[in-house]
């Protein structure tokens, strides 16, 4: 049987995190003007991801994956979240800099008047659920590292907004053990003056791996990019080069490609993504992670057996702010009562179906892996929450954009879109603005 879902007036709601998921979270849901919304950030500002940390040995359990001289990958015109537009005022550029989009994120909090609902240094330790006169209430323990103090807080619901770029995903490579030379993850990395004249293996060609790679290849003596899809050993550039996966390692920088062939290395970065991660999340919460599945959710948001827990900004491949912006409207929407839910079984059954097919093609880690179908997802949320839909000309630049940046991921940041209404043909884009 379907749910009417409703929250009723007064209720309280625990966001964890105040990134750009957590921020978009808050606004929608105390925009209804039913709900009493709080949320719990450990860092002292909000931005998350956008905040450049150069030293991640001073940091709390959060730690960015910005890197020094990241420019977006995305054009800021499409990037925004759906009421504030990404324009030209903070940045001329379609791919600004790290910092411009922390600009944006905090210019939104500001408009929005947001900071009122965040308390800053305030880390989540733990959630547990429990049942109160009926109902599923979570308690939510907070170390406030301003005042060295611990708390507990119940609350009606709980939205959980802590990233997914916090937990590197380590392959497990046969002669990573006796591999003399050092094995770096891409979360560590921060310039690429470490590695002046080095001779550097990149695993993964992922929009970090390849962003790394021309990044390093300006100062490194020689960078080969090693990854899945390619079969042959071709340059790219004088000392850039893209090869075959790596198989094994030996000792004294050996590495073994698929093809047989063979690098000689001094350094070895992984750009091989992450893990999902919900430390604080005790088992009563019944939440697991498996083969980088997050289980039981309902449309990749709402925990299928206890609908009052939801994570926002578990998809990949997707345009994040926008993607987070219909998620929580839709998620307000459900709260509010507006949008039924089916019932837990079929939420249930349905994640499991979707899960067993990927399975049998071998792709089950691939599950929150969205691209294409963004697009649906997005639309589909809007229509429920009845809300505004997405633009075909956001759709066409990000595809056009996603094109270039395959074909030149040198020279992609150079160009200039402008998007001047809604249509498929509502927007433009000038070569070598910049
Ligand atoms: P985060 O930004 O990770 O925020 C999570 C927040 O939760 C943090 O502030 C953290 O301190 C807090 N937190 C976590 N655990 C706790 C706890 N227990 N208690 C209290 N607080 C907690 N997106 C784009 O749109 N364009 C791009 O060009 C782009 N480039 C990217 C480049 C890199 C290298 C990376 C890693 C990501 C990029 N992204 C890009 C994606 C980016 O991650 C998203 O845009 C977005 O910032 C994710 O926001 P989030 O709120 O989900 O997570």
């Given at each position: 049987m379907a749910q009417r879902f409703q929250l009723g007036d007064n209720v309280k709601i625990a966001i964890i995190g105040a990134g750009a998921a957590g921020l978009i979270a808050a606004k929608n849901l105390r925009d209804i003007g039913l709900f009493q919304v709080e949320v719990f950030e450990e860092l002292d500002s909000v931005g998350g991801t956008w905040i450049y940390q150069e030293d991640l040995s001073t940091t709390g359990y959060f730690q960015s994956s910005m890197y020094r001289d990241l420019h977006t990958n995305l054009p800021k015109e499409i990037m925004g979240f759906l009421d504030f537009p990404f324009d030209d005022?903070?940045?001329?550029?379609?791919?600004?800099?790290h910092q411009v989009v922390l600009n944006y994120l905090v210019s939104f909090c500001r408009n929005f008047r947001l900071y009122e609902l965040i308390r800053f240094r305030c880390f989540v330790r733990n959630i547990s659920k429990l049942e109160e006169n009926g109902s599923i209430r979570w308690d939510v323990t907070i170390y406030d590292s301003r005042r060295q103090q611990e708390d507990k807080k119940r609350y009606d619901a709980v939205v959980v907004c802590n990233g997914h770029y916090t937990k590197p995903f380590i392959p497990k490579i046969p002669g990573s053990d006796w591999f003399s030379r050092p094995i770096i993850h891409s979360?560590?990395?921060?310039?690429?003056?470490?590695?002046?004249?080095l001779r550097v293996a990149v695993l993964g060609a992922g929009n970090s791996g390849v962003d790394i790679s021309y990044e390093i290849r300006r100062v490194a003596s020689k960078v080969s990019l090693c990854h899945r899809k390619c079969a042959v050993r071709k340059t790219l550039s004088d000392n850039l080069e893209e090869c075959p996966t790596i198989e094994y390692l030996d000792k004294d920088g050996k590495v073994y490609l698929a093809d047989k062939s063979t690098l000689q290395v001094d350094v070895l970065l992984l750009c091989t993504g992450y893990e999902y991660d919900f430390p604080f999340l005790d088992s009563s919460c019944e939440v697991s992670v498996q083969d980088n599945v997050v289980f039981p959710v309902y449309r990749h948001l709402i925990h299928a057996k206890y609908p009052t827990m939801s994570f926002v900004g578990l998809p990949i491949r997707i345009l994040p702010f926008p993607l987070f912006d219909y998620q929580t409207r839709y998620l307000a929407a459900v709260y509010r009562g507006r949008c039924e839910l089916p019932s837990c079984d079929k939420m249930l059954a349905e994640q499991q179906q979707q899960i067993s097919l990927l399975e049998s093609k071998g792709c089950?880690?691939?599950?929150h892996f969205f691209a294409d179908k963004q697009w649906e997802y997005c639309r589909e949320l809007a229509d429920l929450a009845d809300g505004p839909t997405l633009s075909c000309a956001v759709q066409q630049v990000y595809e056009d954009a996603a094109k270039f940046r395959k074909k030149e991921p040198e020279k992609y940041r150079r160009r200039k879109y402008v998007i001047?209404?809604?249509?498929?043909?509502?927007w433009r884009v000038f070569e070598n603005q910049v």
């Open positions: 005022s903070f940045d001329a550029s379609s791919f600004p800099s979360h560590f990395y921060k310039t690429p003056e470490p590695f002046c004249k089950k880690k691939y599950y001047y209404g809604k249509g498929p043909k509502d």
